[in-house]
Nanobody, 112 residues
Framework: QVQLVESGGGLVQPGGSLRLACAAS????????MNWYRQAPGKERELVAF???????NYADSVKGRFTISRDNAKNTVYLQMNSLKPEDTAMYYC??????WGQGTQVTVSS
């Protein structure tokens, strides 16, 4: 069964850090472009970062220099390291593969 399961969200103060994980099953993350999206209440879903099957990385301007996407092939897992978090980073974060495979999401709340 093809599945993505996110974890690692939570409540953090501005300036803090979180690391999100996206564990895949039923397919190999190294053979797919893997995407992290986020959606805040009342806003459209936004592509935050992606890693291609060749290892190329891409980031939204809003997170460039603060977020890092990475992949652990042995664990078949993709990560999103988020540093210097801001209140505007508050959203539900989703992992996506092959444009049609979605995880259930993990909530990130940045607040003092």
């Amino acid at each position: 069964q093809v599945q993505l399961v996110e974890s690692g969200g939570g409540l953090v103060q501005p300036g803090g850090s979180l690391r999100l994980a996206c564990a895949a099953s039923g397919f190999t993350v190294s053979t797919s472009r893997m995407n992290w999206y986020r959606q805040a209440p009342g806003k459209e879903r936004e592509l935050v970062a992606f890693i291609t099957m060749y290892g190329s990385l891409n980031y939204a301007d809003s997170v460039k220099g603060r977020f890092t996407i990475s992949r652990d092939n042995a664990k078949n897992t993709v990560y999103l390291q988020m540093n210097s978090l801001k209140p505007e980073d508050t959203a539900m974060y989703y992992c996506n593969a092959r444009m049609t495979i979605w995880g259930q999401g993990t909530q990130v709340t940045v607040s003092s």
